[in-house]
T-cell receptor, first 114, second 113 residues
Framework: DTEVTQTPKHLVMGMTNKKSLKCEQH?????MYWYKQKAKKPPELMFV???????INESVPSRFSPECPNSSLLNLHLHALQPEDSALYLC?????????????FGPGTRLTVT | SQQGEEDPQALSIQEGENATMNCSYK?????LQWYRQNSGRGLVHLIL?????REKHSGRLRVTLDTSKKSSSLLITASRAADTASYFC?????????????FGEGTQLTVNP
């Protein structure tokens, strides 16, 4: 199984809502990532988890809160978002942290903040 | 800061033709990776070339790396309509955390049947 799954596929939320994005992989990968991608732009790294511990936070606003409950699951909790946070949120995983491992991406969650 | 820059930004070719995309980067790297993204979907890893390699092949894909010029190219031979996608180069700059990938702006490839 070389698949990364993400739910939901689409999400519309108001600025006062709290919602969560979920990501799952069963490849035994020990590094997991959240990226944000705006239309016609490249993905931008948000967070990296290495062995279930947060290892990189790219100065992401606190209204985005990541969580890694176990080695297969990655969540992104959303609260009090702004319309400019509307984007495609991509989850990825790799065998381990490090430069030489390819990343496997999920299909993304299309988020719209109204 | 932007690490990889790609050109052209957009490329339109006929089926059967070859497509070449270029990526330039600013700092020294350990490796360079190429990814494909179909419209609005997740990225798919295509190929990884290490800094001590000059050329790598995978099926219809050929990647070259010139570390002296800080550039890489991706060649897709005998293109198909299904190759229509955005193609990104990505680098984990040397001296930074190896888990940090920076993507170039991408090349939008359209293959016309």
């Amino acid at each position: 199984d070389t698949e990364v799954t993400q739910t939901p596929k689409h999400l519309v939320m108001g600025m006062t809502n709290k919602k969560s994005l979920k990501c799952e992989q069963h490849m035994g990968h020990r590094a997991m990532y959240w990226y944000k991608q705006k239309a016609k732009k490249p993905p931008e790294l948000m967070f990296v988890y290495s062995y279930e511990k947060l290892s990189i936070n790219e100065s992401v606003p606190s209204r985005f809160s990541p969580e890694c409950p176990n080695s297969s699951l990655l969540n992104l909790h959303l609260h009090a978002l702004q319309p400019e946070d509307s984007a495609l949120y991509l989850c990825a995983s790799s065998h381990a942290p490090g430069t030489h491992y390819e990343q496997y991406f999920g299909p993304g969650t299309r988020l719209t903040v109204t | 800061s932007q690490q990889g820059e790609e050109d052209p930004q957009a490329l339109s070719i006929q089926e059967g033709e070859n497509a070449t995309m270029n990526c330039s980067y600013k700092t020294s790297i350990n490796n360079l990776q190429w990814y494909r993204q179909n419209s609005g979907r997740g990225l798919v890893h295509l190929i990884l070339i290490r800094s001590n390699e000059r050329e790598k092949h995978s099926g219809r894909l050929r990647v070259t790396l010139d570390t002296s010029k800080k550039s890489s190219s991706l060649l897709i031979t005998a293109s198909r309509a299904a190759d229509t996608a955005s193609y990104f180069c990505a680098t984990p700059p040397a001296g930074t955390s190896g888990s940090r990938l920076t993507f170039g702006e991408g090349t939008q490839l359209t293959v016309n049947p």
